[in-house]
């Protein structure tokens, strides 16, 4: 019994605030993973050259792919990170327990995630814009955010939840690495071993099937749905993991 | 080249990143770090907005490409000799030359891709009618037509000559949107599809008199 009694809320609260003080890492991070997507996006275009006696063609093709994947790649690293031992330690610093701790932290992911997938799609716009001054004629199979304001928006919303469910994965392999360290091994094991085995589910590999599931949804209410209901899964996952980790391990 | 770029600055990130661990100096405040995130997210934006005003104008400046089904009437119009159901706008030019009893066709260079139609009249009046019918050159969804360099036949007194067109080069750059983001999108998403090329050069159709004996260089394809 304490004369003022800490409520769960003011808790997550005040170590959200405070872990996006701690973690600005992680934006660094972010700025120099989608610069180099952007370079990557740019120079590792591809392109071509046709010769056919009298006429030559030279085409570049360059894509917004850079940026977004490395976005994504950046979401799982940094789910795994917030995992990590320095960063729980760091989040005791407040009266705290693992609840508040995994709330906190997941409120965090989403909020960075929201971040980098918004930024993401705006960060093809300076490989679009490197290219229109290198070459002319340029031409473009991009929705604009003025030409066609809807399919930008849903660009951007497609890649917030990517983002998210990169990062709520990498936060669940993190739980799971902190839990055990046999986990790391095996889950590289796994990565390495699951594209070999080819598992068959239904006529489609495992993998595939994953992979599938939610880019072959066309339907954007269904993606989302689907996003919410994976993403719910993996978070449960996580705290459920990392209930009965010592406080400072 | 831009390949090798991209690595010499990743190259630099890395070096710097590994200098600033070494000093405790150069570690970035916190103020600053959101300095810089907004800063890249306001050029980011600018940049998304600027390319847009930009990339409008300059795509208006090739047209697009006319779909296969107009293409497909105009190839069957030429090959079949149906030159008045071809529309004026794809009609280069139009000449008469007065010819004798026989008619030879040279070609000059061994690059020559015109098609040659010739259909016979049901006299002899002396005249041959040319009708040239303009160049196409399709890349992807684009009209690069107007690109294309050719020439015209040149004819003397009972001769014309086929000439190699002018080297063409054409350099383009496409821009693609990340395949991620067009899941949801009408955004067209063709890839290596969208690189297709369609040329011809011009096509010369001759109406020749009915008894006229022609002569063609081997080099020529000629219809007939």
Do not use: C
């Not at chain 1, 940026?67 to 729980?88: D, K, N, Q």
């Not at chain 1, 497609?158 to 990498?170: D, K, M, N, P």
């Not at chain 2, 069957?76 to 030359?97: E, F, P």
């Not at chain 2, 036949?153 to 014309?160: A, C, G, I, K």
Request: hydrophobic letters at 45%; glycine letters at 6%.
């Amino acid at each position: 019994m304490y004369l003022t009694e800490p409520r769960l809320t003011n808790i997550v609260k005040k170590q959200f605030l405070h872990k996006l003080n701690a973690y600005t890492g992680v934006f660094n991070s972010l700025i120099v993973m989608q610069l180099i997507g952007i370079f990557f996006g740019y120079g590792a275009g591809s392109g071509g050259s046709s010769n056919g006696g009298t006429l030559t063609i030279d085409y570049r093709l360059s894509t917004g792919d850079g940026p977004v994947i490395l976005t994504l790649l950046w979401a799982f690293s940094m789910g795994i990170l917030v995992t990590t031992l320095a960063y729980r330690n760091d989040a005791f610093s407040f009266i705290s327990n693992r609840l508040s701790h995994n709330i906190s932290s997941i409120l965090f992911l989403l909020f960075a995630s929201a971040i980098a997938g918004t930024l993401a799609p705006l960060a093809g716009s300076i490989i679009k814009f490197i290219s229109l001054f290198q070459s002319n004629p340029f031409f473009t199979e991009a929705s604009g955010l003025v030409s066609s304001p809807t399919d930008f928006s849903i660009g951007v919303m497609t890649s917030i939840l990517y983002t998210v469910l990169f990062a709520s994965l990498g936060y669940v392999v993190g739980s799971f690495v902190q839990r055990s360290k046999f986990v790391l091994p095996l889950l590289i094991a796994a990565i390495f071993v699951f594209p070999l085995l080819q598992l068959n589910m239904g006529g489609l590999d495992f993998i595939a099937k994953i992979v599938a599931f939610f880019g072959s949804e066309t339907s954007l209410l269904l993606f989302l749905m689907k996003i919410v209901v994976t993403v719910s899964i993996f978070f449960a996952i996580s705290i459920r993991v990392t209930t009965k980790t010592e406080v400072r391990k | 080249m831009s390949g090798l770029l991209s690595l010499i600055f990743i190259a630099l990130i890395i070096w710097y990143f590994l200098q600033g661990r070494k000093k405790s100096t150069r570690q970035m405040t916190k103020k600053w770090t959101y300095v810089f995130l907004a800063t890249y997210a306001a050029i980011l934006i600018i940049a998304t907005i600027a390319v847009e005003l930009v990339d409008t104008t300059s795509l208006n400046g090739q047209p697009e490409a006319e779909s296969n089904e107009n293409l497909n009437l105009i190839t069957n119009a030429i090959q079949n000799g149906d030159i008045g159901s071809i529309d004026s706008s794809k009609i280069l030019n139009k000449r008469t030359q007065t010819i004798g009893k026989t008619l030879q066709m040279n070609a000059q260079g061994n690059d020559i891709h015109s098609t040659i139609i010739v259909e016979r009249k049901s006299e002899n009046d002396g005249l041959i009618e040319e009708t040239l019918i303009k160049p196409l050159l399709l890349l992807g969804d684009y009209d690069f037509s107007n690109q294309l360099n050719y020439k015209i036949p040149e004819w003397t007194t009972d001769s014309v000559t086929f000439l190699e067109p002018p080297l063409t080069e054409i350099t383009y750059t496409t821009y693609q949107e990340a395949y991620l983001l067009s899941q949801f999108t009408h955004t067209s998403r063709q890839r290596n599809n969208s690189h297709h090329t369609s040329e011809r050069q011009i096509a010369v159709h001759l109406l020749v008199p009915k008894d006229l004996i022609i002569t063609a260089d081997e080099r020529l394809y000629i219809n007939e």
